[in-house]
């Protein structure tokens, strides 16, 4: 067994919180449930959290309810509001509604039409107002004619990957990050050293949030290698999950730049998903890249972007 160091064992604790927290929003979370995930005494775990993670448990727990709110709003248009309000915990509309306004600065309705503002606009700090970026309102997406002509998407089953992965925070949306370049290598050079790399081995990014709704230093985002299923613990900075399987909206993109990638995921959150007939649910998208490396050829970025998507709901 591979005995992690004090740090490293925080830092497992704490993905593991996190994680639970994201596959239960619509669920009542409490203090002792959460210290209880950790391992961590109730009295002490407010504090590790918040001293580990920049903010407190319940503002942790908040954010990530409007933010999934809001990603809801725009991304599943036919879905009512109080529906969305009540799938991410909150007890009633009113309640909902106060704190939606109070985060983003105009009523979740609103939300859904707000023209969409310059990548540059900044967020609020924990506690005020605020005038936060929108999500792009998804008929702004005909301005790309390009990316419309060129999307190939297909809906696929993927399986449940069992993978290592190292968490990072901190990323914007078409922007390559040494940060996140490094996290891949460690977590590919820990897959590689144990012995695990074989033919079916997957490299796998997962961008929890959107910086179109988050503020890009709270943005997670997990680095990801596929390993065996009898694979269960690992090293001191490198942790163990599943990334959840079903149907998911598959686009190959294969470009020379970062930023081209956000404007082709963009293009098909905006342009082919209200076509579809298909809605994204509240998986995180996935992005596994392949080995662009061809002799005589410039390196290129070559990836599948998946959306987690179940069919469109009709509201009756």
Known sequence: ??????RGEYTTRLNRVVNHIGARLDEPLTLRELADVAGFSPYHFHRIF?????????SFIWRLRLERAA???VRQPRTRVTDIALSCGFSSHSNFARAFKERFGVSASEFRTVQPRKPGDTDRKEGEGSTTRALYAPNEWARYPKERRTMNVEVKTLPTYHVAYIRRFAYSKGVFAEHLNAAFQQVCGWVAAQGLFGPDTLVI??????????????????????????????STDVDIQDLP?????????DVDEPAEIGLKADAMYGDWLPRSGFQADDRPPLEIYYDSDEPGTEKRIVLDFCIPVTPLRSLA
């Open 205 to 234: 990014g997962v961008p929890h949030d959107n910086p179109d709704v988050t503020p890009n230093d709270r943005c997670r985002y997990d680095a990801c290698v596929t390993v065996p299923s009898s694979v269960t613990t690992a």
């Open 245 to 253: 399987g079903g149907r998911y909206a598959v686009l190959r993109i």
């Open 71 to 73: 990603n809801l709003l």
């Open 1 to 6: 067994m591979i005995t992690s160091s004090p």
């Open 50 to 58: 918040k001293g580990v993670m920049g903010e407190t448990l319940s």
